[in-house]
Nanobody, 124 residues
Framework: VQLQASGGGLVQTGGSLRLSCAAS????????MVWFRQAPGKERQFVSG????????YYADSVKGRFTISRDNAKNTVYLRMVSLKPEDTAVYFC??????????????????WGQGTEVTVSS
């Protein structure tokens, strides 16, 4: 399975974007599909996750209440709706997937399937 991320762009503070992560094949029943981001000079950090099996959603504290993760089963796609964007949200956003959910879902090393990244820039 390959992942294709899209939807990034340049927005002003307070703006919104919707990122998409489309999987090329079937997603296993208890997969984890997550979004990470990496700002220049910083480590990759967890943003949000979706547990395919039960629809559970998970968020980093920094994005709770502003970001919403969702899925479209028919399209094998996960979306990340981002509103009230701040300059500190500026980063390259990556989607990632693993076939089985893990309690370490927020750790990048748990994933071996990654999308190519989509850049989000929030101007002040």
């Amino acid at each position: 399975v390959q992942l294709q991320a899209s939807g990034g762009g340049l927005v002003q503070t307070g703006g919104s974007l919707r990122l998409s992560c489309a999987a090329s094949g079937r997603i296993s029943g208890n997969a984890a599909m997550v979004w990470f981001r990496q700002a220049p000079g910083k480590e990759r950090q967890f943003v949000s996750g979706f547990r395919w099996g039960n629809g559970g959603t998970y968020y980093a504290d920094s994005v709770k209440g502003r970001f919403t993760i969702s899925r479209d089963n028919a399209k094998n796609t996960v979306y990340l709706r981002m509103v009230s964007l701040k300059p500190e949200d500026t980063a390259v956003y990556f989607c990632a997937m693993r076939p089985l959910w893990t309690t370490n879902y927020y750790r990048p090393y748990e994933y071996d399937t990654w999308g190519q990244g989509t850049e989000v820039t929030v101007s002040s």
